[in-house]
């Protein structure tokens, strides 16, 4: 059974930084794409970052490139969110997801209800 389990949110103020942890198992974490999305409250569900299991590439929001870097950790099953220079506008619950996509891209845009999806972290950025 696929089980990701988010941790490391909480509260921080602006400019500071976050780490997220996803821990996957029940299933094999090199074949599937990986990706990070928020939803922040009234809002719809939003890809932040994803990356791909086949080559490797890397898709990041407009709104996070530069101060976030999604990571994996294979032997480990775990995969980061690394998130610097934080921002009120950041403050969303953020979940993980896996799925089988080559694209990391198609991942983020795409969002879908049939990926693997965690429970969610709460981030919430304010002085």
């Known amino acids: 059974q696929v089980q990701l389990v988010e941790s490391g949110g909480g509260l921080v103020q602006p400019g500071g930084s976050l780490r997220l942890s996803c821990a996957a198992s029940g299933f094999t974490l090199d074949y599937y794409a990986i990706g990070w999305f928020r939803q922040a409250p009234g809002k719809e569900r939003e890809g932040v970052s994803c990356l791909s299991s086949s080559d490797g590439s890397t898709y990041y929001a407009e709104s996070v490139k530069g101060r976030f870097t999604i990571s994996r950790d294979n032997a480990a099953k775990t995969v980061y969110l690394q998130m610097n220079s934080l921002k009120p506008e950041d403050t969303a619950v953020y979940y993980c997801?896996?799925?089988?996509?080559?694209?990391?891209?198609?991942?983020?845009?795409?969002?879908?209800?049939?990926?693997?999806w965690g429970q969610g972290t709460q981030v919430t950025v304010s002085s």
């Open positions: 997801a896996a799925a089988y996509f080559k694209s990391a891209r198609a991942m983020c845009v795409l969002s879908a209800d049939f990926y693997s």
